[in-house]
């Protein structure tokens, strides 16, 4: 357990986060965890994989996280006047010593030497847990739709609606159209969902950490653009955005239905599809933005004005500087749009 939760008479809940290190089962928890016959036990794979604490939060990683997501809230909310379907962190509250010592103390009986001292070192600000409201019980969509058909009753796209919405009460129709207003928001007020540092360790457009009502959790990947240090790390993370986006519409409207395939796996039938379908949804939304009169960033007007062949040339030639002569002179690529292809 990551969190708990506390229902609001609205529909909201309050969401509880790091409190399990003054909870009595607390070691029992660490014993089951290395106990389940697994390679890795999961407290070993949160510190050494994720640079996270096993059923604790350490103070850097609650502060950075309310940081992040107050500093997101405000901006939206003076942009749209209302909350983003994301967190929003009330307190943080950081534990006193003799917590700390206890976790430490159960957990040296059971972990390896590495994630001692890995742990160790990222509890250095403390232990802590943090307080946030949430508009609606935050159930993830990779929690509930099935990865494969397996026995989950669906056998095509008919069934899957009826199965998800009776099971757990799931609009594929409206939980998408408000993970892409949410998404296409995110980026029009400057913010990626990731950055090229979240590989592995998650980010809150994934499928993992999207809701049943297309909010987004763990926003601790939010990236201003400010912070883009490169017109290469700008393409990189705008690129890989939409790629991530695209995995998640796949979770959205069609998992678990099986793959299109030809002679190889990706891209599908599918993923070809659902390409052109996110590129469009995103310039929608980004669009209805910018006349709301947000002032859009110029890179980010860049990558979605620019007509499809004009920009696989700009982008190539930003992802690849040492040859960017090369790709923005060819006109293997730019040539089309003067036979009307584009």
């Given at each position: 357990?990551?969190?708990?939760?506390?229902?609001?008479?609205?529909?909201?809940?309050?969401?509880?986060?790091?409190?399990?290190?003054?909870?009595?089962?607390?070691?029992?928890?660490?014993?089951?965890?290395?106990?389940?016959?697994?390679?890795?036990?999961?407290?070993?794979?949160?510190?050494?994989?994720?640079?996270?604490?096993?059923?604790?939060?350490?103070?850097?990683?609650?502060?950075?996280?309310?940081?992040?997501?107050?500093?997101?809230?405000?901006?939206?909310?003076?942009?749209?006047?209302?909350?983003?379907?994301?967190?929003?962190?009330?307190?943080?509250?950081?534990?006193?010593?003799?917590?700390?010592?206890?976790?430490?103390?159960?957990?040296?009986?059971?972990?390896?030497?590495?994630?001692?001292?890995?742990?160790?070192?990222?509890?250095?600000d403390g232990l802590a847990a943090y307080v946030y409201f949430f508009p609606h019980l935050p159930v993830r969509l990779a929690h509930v739709v099935p990865p494969q058909l397996g026995d989950s009753g669906i056998f095509d796209a008919a069934t899957r609606?009826?199965?998800?919405?009776?099971?757990?009460?799931?609009?594929?129709?409206?939980?998408?159209?408000?993970?892409?207003?949410?998404?296409?928001?995110?980026?029009?007020?400057?913010?990626?969902?990731?950055?090229?540092?979240?590989?592995?360790?998650?980010?809150?457009?994934?499928?993992?950490?999207?809701?049943?009502?297309?909010?987004?959790?763990?926003?601790?990947?939010?990236?201003?653009?400010?912070?883009?240090?490169?017109?290469?790390?700008?393409?990189?993370?705008?690129?890989?955005?939409?790629?991530?986006?695209?995995?998640?519409?796949?979770?959205?409207?069609?998992?678990?239905?099986?793959?299109?395939?030809?002679?190889?796996?990706?891209?599908?039938?599918?993923?070809?599809?659902?390409?052109?379908?996110?590129?469009?949804?995103?310039?929608?939304?980004?669009?209805?933005?910018?006349?709301?009169?947000?002032?859009?960033?110029?890179?980010?007007?860049?990558?979605?004005?620019?007509?499809?062949?004009?920009?696989?040339?700009?982008l190539l030639a930003k992802m690849y500087p040492q040859r960017q002569d090369f790709f923005l002179a060819t006109h293997l690529v730019s040539g089309y749009d003067n036979r009307g292809w584009d």
């Amino acid at each position: 357990m990551r969190a708990f939760y506390i229902k609001h008479s609205d529909g909201g809940v309050l969401g509880v986060k790091g409190s399990e290190v003054v909870d009595d089962d607390l070691e029992r928890a660490f014993r089951q965890s290395y106990s389940l016959g697994q390679r890795w036990a999961p407290m070993e794979v949160f510190p050494l994989a994720e640079q996270k604490l096993g059923l604790a939060v350490h103070g850097s990683e609650a502060l950075d996280e309310a940081k992040i997501a107050a500093s997101f809230q405000e901006k939206y909310v003076r942009q749209f006047g209302e909350l983003a379907n994301t967190p929003m962190h009330l307190a943080v509250y950081r534990f006193p010593e003799e917590v700390v010592d206890k976790y430490f103390d159960i957990l040296d009986r059971y972990a390896s030497d590495r994630t001692r001292h890995l742990s160790r070192l990222l509890a250095e600000d403390g232990l802590a847990a943090y307080v946030y409201f949430f508009p609606h019980l935050p159930v993830r969509l990779a929690h509930v739709v099935p990865p494969q058909l397996g026995d989950s009753g669906i056998f095509d796209a008919a069934t899957r609606d009826g199965v998800l919405s009776a099971q757990y009460g799931y609009d594929a129709r409206s939980a998408t159209h408000s993970y892409f207003s949410l998404a296409g928001r995110m980026l029009a007020i400057g913010y990626f969902p990731l950055s090229m540092a979240s590989y592995g360790v998650g980010y809150c457009t994934s499928a993992q950490n999207v809701t049943l009502r297309g909010g987004m959790v763990d926003v601790d990947s939010l990236y201003p653009f400010e912070k883009v240090k490169s017109d290469w790390e700008f393409s990189m993370t705008f690129l890989t955005t939409m790629s991530t986006i695209c995995a998640t519409a796949k979770v959205l409207l069609f998992s678990p239905m099986p793959n299109i395939r030809f002679e190889f796996d990706d891209p599908s039938a599918i993923s070809v599809l659902l390409t052109d379908f996110v590129w469009n949804r995103i310039r929608q939304e980004v669009a209805a933005c910018a006349e709301m009169g947000i002032e859009l960033d110029a890179r980010l007007d860049e990558m979605l004005s620019q007509p499809s062949t004009e920009k696989i040339s700009n982008l190539l030639a930003k992802m690849y500087p040492q040859r960017q002569d090369f790709f923005l002179a060819t006109h293997l690529v730019s040539g089309y749009d003067n036979r009307g292809w584009d």
